[in-house]
């Protein structure tokens, strides 16, 4: 049998061993899965009531709370990167000649799956809310694809985070502010019915045109100028994460 290292080979060695660390840790399970529920209940049962959208508000608001649950997963990224780099853990890694692209790529790729999961989740409980979508098949296939990509962006984006932090501690509060990005955003209100300066920075802001991407899609009327706006956001935050990680982990490791 073959013992040369491959990148791909090292790549599900290193996803394997960060998916465990997911399982085997309850605080990063409840920020990923359970934590946006609770916000989604809070939301649509406590607050929902009073809001004006001109829609049934659990199909207004499920999209913004999909990418909330991609958000609220990427502090653990940034905190494990940062445990990895600091307790000396990549360079052990280094020695056994493990493929560098790996021990960041496993990373990214945990943070795609732990997304996936938390969106299931959303999704499983808005039907029992009573989401009614109109999405097609394909617009489903959108959906899922914009959700991938949007992982993966954040997902390198705080890979560098956690790459560039001295500690772990400040390596979870740098992605304090990608978490917070929804609020100001349209995920729950229209960004029209806020007061000035705050209605620019959700109508400017990068997750605004992801979230009416995957609203369009989940009604079945997806706007190609939002669509287009919204790879764009993502193609770029990955660009810049991936430019940010492979610069840092070159200076560090």
Not at 31 to 36: C, D, E, R, T
Not at 55 to 65: A, F, R, S
Not at 118 to 147: H, N, Q, R, T, Y
Request: hydrophobic share 55%.
């Amino acid at each position: 049998m073959s013992t040369v290292s491959t990148p791909f080979a090292d790549s599900s060695i290193m996803l394997r061993r960060n998916l465990k660390h997911n399982v085997r840790n309850p605080i990063t399970m409840f920020n990923a899965v359970l934590f946006p529920i609770v916000i989604m209940l809070m939301f649509v049962k406590v607050f929902g009531g009073a809001f004006s959208v001109g829609d049934h508000y659990i199909d207004y608001v499920t999209p913004g709370l999909l990418v909330m649950a991609i958000s609220y997963g990427l502090g653990a990224t940034a905190t494990a990167v940062n445990s990895d780099m600091t307790k000396g853990i990549i360079n052990r890694f280094k020695v056994m000649d493990v493929s560098r692209g790996a021990m960041l790529t496993g990373h990214v790729v945990i943070t795609a799956v732990r997304a996936l999961v938390g969106c299931a989740a959303i999704i499983g409980v808005a039907f029992l809310m009573g989401f009614d979508p109109k999405a097609s098949a394909v617009d489903w296939l959108g959906v899922v694809g914009i959700i991938v990509l949007l992982s993966i962006a954040a997902g390198w984006l705080t890979v560098a985070m956690g790459l560039a932090a001295k500690t772990a501690e400040s390596a979870g509060l740098g992605a304090v502010p990608l978490i917070m990005l929804p609020f100001l955003s349209s995920a729950f209100v229209p960004a029209d019915t806020m007061g000035a300066g705050v209605r620019q920075f959700a109508e400017y802001q990068p997750f605004t045109p992801i979230i009416e991407t995957l609203r369009g899609l989940l009604a079945g009327n997806p706007s190609s100028g939002d669509a287009i706006a919204a790879v764009a956001w993502c193609v770029g935050i990955a660009l810049l994460g991936y430019v940010w990680a492979i610069s840092t982990f070159k200076k560090r490791a």
